[in-house]
Nanobody, 115 residues
């Protein structure tokens, strides 16, 4: 059974930082993309940051320059460091692993940024 478990969400003030972590079990994702989506209130789920198996990265424009995604293939983990948080970063952050046609999801972790 494949599981992805997120941790690190919470309530923070604008300008603060958070580190989201995701640990996968039941499957190896070292040769597959991993990353993070976000579901903000009233919006569709969007890709926030992703990292391919070769280390290539993607960031949505709104977080580029203040976020860093990293992964540890030996530990089957992916992390997202968010800095200079803004109220518009509020949402449920979902970790994923795998290609778009064979993707696994975590249960989500809430991030709330107060102004």
């Amino acid at each position: 059974q494949v599981q992805l478990v997120e941790s690190g969400g919470g309530l923070v003030q604008a300008g603060e930082s958070l580190k989201l972590s995701c640990t996968a079990s039941g499957s190896i994702f070292s040769d597959k993309p991993m990353g993070w989506y976000r579901q903000s209130p009233g919006k569709e789920r969007e890709l926030v940051a992703g990292m391919g198996s070769t280390g290539d990265t993607y960031y949505i424009n709104s977080v580029r320059g203040r976020s860093t995604i990293s992964r540890n293939n030996a530990k089957n983990t992916v992390t997202l460091q968010l800095s200079s948080l803004k109220p518009e970063d509020t949402g449920v952050y979902y970790c994923y692993g795998g290609n778009s046609n064979d993707r696994y999801w975590g249960q989500g972790t809430q991030v709330t940024v107060s102004s």
